[in-house]
Structures are given as C-alpha cells and as structure tokens.
C-alpha cells in the first residue's frame, strides 16, 4: 500500500514536470525555428550618416534626398550598394515608415478586433515565414536590414524591426491566399501598333490595394540606382522594397495582379520582390520570364511586362504549380484577377473566382472601354483608369468592385516605355491629376539635386477628373461616412437605433450600389424587422453584386427572416 501510494506521489510530480520539460523544449525549438539572423555586413560605416535639409522641405543623406512635391506625392533618391542604399531609404523617410507601420497595424486590429486571434496570428505568421530570407537574393536582404535600423522601436511587441520589414514583404501574398481577403483586385492593360494613338506601348494600371485611408495617404514615389543592374522607378510606401508597379530605365514595366491561390504550407519569395527582381535586373521580356522561371513563388499571380524597345507587352503568370507566358495575337493585353493560360484557365481554382467573383467582368469592360477609345492616347488610358460603369455603361453604384475604378486605388499608373515617360496619379484615389515624370532626365539631370524644385513634366499634367467637382463625387464622400457608421453599428454598438431619415439618405448617396440595401436590410434584421429587412434584401438582389459569396450572404439573410 505504501509502494502504492509513493509511485502515485512520484506521478503527480513527475507528470506536470515532464509536461514543462516537453514545453519549454517546444518553446526553444519554436524560437530557434523562427529566429531570422539579419544579413551580416562588413562596412556599417553608413549608419553614422546624417540627414540635412539644405532648402526648406529638401532632405538630403551621402547624396540620397527626398522631398515632397506640389502634388502631394513624395519623391525619394537612392544609389549606391544595397545597405548604403537601405539606411538613406530609413534615415529619409524615418517618419513614413512609422505612419505607415501604424496604418498597417491599425487595419489589422480593425479587421481582426480579437487580441487572442492577433497573438496567435503573429506566431502563426512567425512560423510561415521561418525560412522567407532564404527566398531573398542578399542584396535585398541586406536593403531591408538598412531599412530596419529606422524602424520605430514602438512596434518591437510583434518582432525585432527586421523581421516585421522582411515580414511586411510577404503579406500580400499571406492576405490573398490564407484568408482570401482580396484586399487586391487591381485591372491593367497595354495597348500598341493600332490600338493607341501613336502606335507606341501604353500601359495603364489601378492598384486596387485598400489597407484603410491612412494606408494610401504618404505614397513614395521611388527612384533608385542601384550598384548593380538598372536604375528605376516604382511606386511605394515607406519601409517597402518590393515592387507592385515600376519602370526600369530600359522601358521595361512592371505590374502584378493577384490570382486567386490554394493555402499554401510555407513561404517562398514574395511576388513583389519576384516583380522588383524583374524591374532591376530585365532588360526584355525574355529577361523578366527567365527571372521568374527562376524563383519559387508561394501564391498565384499575373505579371505585367511591358517592354518599349520590343513594342510589346506578354503575361507571366505564375502560380505555385507552374508557369505560363502569353504573348496576345492583337496589340491589346488586359489582365486582371484571373488566370488566362490555356493549361491555367481549366484549374479549379481560377475557374471558381471567374464563377464568384469580379474579375472576368471588369476584364469584359476594359475590352469594351479600349474598343470605344482606340487609339488609345495617354489622356483616354486615364479616362479608362477612371471609368466607374459596369458594361454596355450600366450604372452599377459607387465602389463597385466590379467597376474598373472602384475608388479605393491605393495608386493609378500609366507608362510610356519607349519614351521612358510614366504618369502618377495624384489623390484622391485616381481622381487628382496625374503629373509626370521623365525617367531619363530624373537619372541624368535630377540625380544630384541639392535644392527643392520640381521634377514633374509640368507641360504633361493629366488634368483631375471632373467627377471630383460633381455633386456625385459628395454623394459617395458622404456615402462612405454613413456606410462606416452602419457597420460601426452592426459590429460594436447594437442598441443604437437609427430613424429612417438616415436611411432615407444613406439610399441616395448610392442607389445603385447594392451594399446600400443589404447592409440596411442588416441593421433592419438585427433589431427584429424581418418584413422590412426582407424588403432591403430584394432590392439588393436587383442591383450588381460584384461576389457570389455576397449574393448567397443576402440570400442566407432574406431566408432566415422568412423562416422566423
């Protein structure tokens, strides 16, 4: 009895004690797992460098600079080799990266309010992105590690700050292909020989990449010349070196549009350092598809290459299982969230988001739009860019995803490669000016800038839509505000009752966009009008859904108030 009764004492000690060993061992292997060891360098002598500010908004750092244009945008220079040209990048633009990092991370909270769910998200991502600098040349690596030493030490509760910059990089991928957020749906095109105007390569694009306002307010525009391979330009954000749309001093362009992907088990090289790779390193398309062949990638994506000296503009797309370049028979080329290789198109996958979601419909409307404008002259690429009608020009509301211009573009872009010309667009949105820039006087006249002054083609400024001066455009201004108050409502503060005047206008702001009955009949749902609720729903059916999943979500609500 006395052997009996030691043995279930020594149990009781030794069964929590193995279960801390096995633990804490978990927790070692986990921390050596995911450590990620910055790339090591031999001359940190850059680090010592200041920035001054010879002229009032000027910045200046070992000959890099960056102010901020007239046009709200701000304009940075970087050479040199990649540390040197990482920690001017970080020095200069200290107080982006921070707004821009807090931006992020108040978006994050905002779509995912759970503390528990976020914990478990960063580990999560920890351990996805274990192997990710494996995926990086060392000079990226390296970029990035200069960029971190400005990383602002408020934010050192998810990582040290170059595992957040080195992490940043792939959560484009991670948001399209793990929760299937679509925070993604850009449209672009090229149009050449008897489609535009001069018969040169014209390419236009919407990055449709929504992270929040504060996201899209201090957009950079970025041009580097690197040690090695060829200088550039690309539009970005503070603490990003990867790509999403770009020009190298070649004429070859650079854009990328999400596809729709399987989970994926771990992380490869992210497709905007894929596309930054390209813009650096490419000087024809043969170039670009010998790079991306190159690379494992860990989601599925299109790439825009155009080239200006070859005239031409092919598709990379590029997916986990495989690779496809389409060269179109027309001088045409339209790409927009959707697979189009013969061997792509039957996937299950790519024919499941042409089937739910916008895709192929805002690829019909940019067939039908270049049709109406051919030749396409830079002027009409904008007008393109902003058209806001569904096709045959239906009115289809406001921010319609299935819109070419769905009024969140992070930015809008239209390039002229043989001419080495690229137009910006200016807020909001796509809807401010779009100014220009010449690539070859940036890199042979700019370059040593010691004062403040313009850069921009003043004599080739795209004039503002005039959408922002209608009485439309201050609809959609208050639609917006009414719309984040519904679903302040409907998440947060549910006992809040709203008098049908507000809906009343919240109606007209948009009334022919769909979300402004469903999310009604919503509010009506949840405080026990079903009749009224089912009412909002049916009106909702009749409008354009850019989703399938948003349809069946209205169908499922109108049901449950029927059977109630």
């Not at 919407?206 to 041009?223: L, P």
């Not at 058209?387 to 211009?405: F, H, L, R, S, V």
């Amino acid at each position: 009895m006395k052997r009996k009764r030691a043995f279930y004492q020594k149990k009781r000690v030794l069964i929590p004690l193995a279960f801390l060993v096995i633990s804490g061992g978990l927790l070692l292997w986990y921390v050596i797992e995911t450590k990620v060891c910055p790339p090591e360098i031999s001359d940190r002598s850059p680090l010592e460098w200041n920035v001054s500010q010879p002229d009032s908004g000027f910045f200046e750092c070992n000959g890099n600079w960056m102010k901020q244009s007239e046009s709200g945008l701000w304009e940075l220079y970087l050479h040199g080799a990649p540390f040197e040209r990482g920690v001017a990048n970080g020095k200069l633009s200290k107080g982006l990266i921070f707004q821009q990092e807090d931006a992020f991370i108040e978006q994050i909270q905002e779509m995912i309010p759970s503390r528990y769910y976020l914990r478990f998200l960063k580990y999560f991502i920890y351990w996805f992105n274990r192997n990710l600098d494996e995926y990086l040349m060392p000079e990226f690596k390296e970029e990035i590690y200069g960029i971190s030493f400005s990383a602002d030490p408020l934010f050192n509760f998810i990582g040290t700050p170059y595992q957040r910059l080195l992490n940043y990089h792939s959560a484009h991928d991670i948001g399209h292909a793990l929760q299937d957020l679509m925070l993604v749906g850009c449209t672009s095109f090229g149009v050449w020989d008897g489609f535009s105007s001069d018969s040169s390569l014209l390419i236009g694009r919407n990055f449709d990449f929504y992270m929040g306002d504060a996201f899209a307010e201090n957009k950079i525009v970025c041009f580097e010349k690197p040690d090695n391979g060829f200088g550039f330009m690309m539009i970005t954000w503070g603490g990003m070196i990867g790509t999403v749309s770009g020009m190298n001093e070649k004429g070859i362009t650079v854009t990328i549009n999400a596809a729709k992907s399987e989970i994926p088990m771990s992380a490869r090289t992210p497709i905007s350092i894929l596309a930054r790779e390209i813009l650096q390193y490419a000087a024809s398309i043969d170039d670009a598809w010998q790079i991306a062949r190159e690379r494992e990638t860990f989601v599925s994506e299109s790439i825009l290459i155009g080239s200006g000296d070859e005239n031409r503009a092919a598709l990379i797309e590029k997916a986990p299982f495989g690779l496809a370049l389409i060269e179109p028979e027309k001088s045409y080329i339209i790409c927009a969230n959707h697979f189009q290789d013969k061997d792509f198109m039957h996937d299950p996958l790519n024919q499941e988001n042409i089937r739910d979601n916008a895709s192929l419909y805002r690829s019909r409307r940019v067939t039908q739009q270049i049709t109406n404008l051919m030749p396409v002259d830079v002027k009409g690429a904008a007008t393109l860019l902003r058209d806001q009608q569904g096709i045959n020009n239906a009115d289809i509301g406001m921010g319609n995803e299935k819109a070419i211009n769905q009024l969140i573009a992070h930015h809008s872009i239209i390039f002229k490669p043989a001419e080495r010309l690229v137009w910006v667009s200016t807020s909001p949105w796509q809807l401010g000016p779009y100014v220009c820039y010449d690539l070859t006087k940036i890199f042979n006249t700019f370059a040593p800038l010691q004062q403040r002054v313009e850069i921009t083609e003043h004599e080739q400024i795209i004039p503002a839509d005039p959408f922002l001066e209608s009485t439309k455009f201050q609809q959609f201004l208050k639609f917006r505000i009414m719309r984040a108050k519904l679903l302040n409502i409907l998440k947060k503060d549910k006992m809040v009752l709203l008098k049908s005047s507000f809906f009343e206008e919240f109606h007209s702001t948009n009334p022919m966009f769909y979300e402004v009955y469903s999310l009604t009949g919503d509010y009506l749902k949840s405080i026990g009008h079903k009749s009224e609720a089912i009412d909002m729903y049916k009106t909702a059916l009749t409008c354009e859904i850019p989703r399938w999943g948003e349809k069946e979500k209205i169908i499922r609500n109108m049901t449950s108030c029927k059977g109630q």
